[in-house]
């Protein structure tokens, strides 16, 4: 599992709003793409985008949930063409207290 944080490129353009971080976490199983997520949107200010790159076929669902426990936005979920992975780009909400998911 490798992980990069990077800032936006041209390439983002299609999106609304900037990549602030990417994770690359292909390989990971459940909990760590969500344990990773919540690290990462913590320093992240509401509006800005996550993108994270899973082939845990359950980490769409995973993340899914823990976005609307959490206040954030999964903006779209979308396959990585010729690979099993997929592409999730998260839209940091408002930081939830610390004591939450």
Do not use: W, Y
């Not at 909990?31 to 997520?37: H, I, M």
């Amino acid at each position: 599992m490798v992980e990069k944080s990077s800032p936006s490129g041209p390439e983002d353009a299609p999106f609304t709003g900037e990549i602030r971080q990417r994770l690359d976490l292909t390989g990971a199983l459940c909990p760590l793409p969500v344990v990773k997520a919540r690290a990462a949107l913590r320093s992240m200010v509401p509006g800005e985008l996550l993108e994270l790159i899973v082939t845990d076929p359950l980490a769409e669902l995973d993340l899914t949930i823990f976005c609307d426990q959490t206040g954030h936005e999964l903006v779209s979920c979308q396959p990585v063409n010729g690979t099993e992975a997929m592409r999730v780009l998260i839209r940091a909400g408002q930081r939830p207290p610390a004591n939450t998911i």
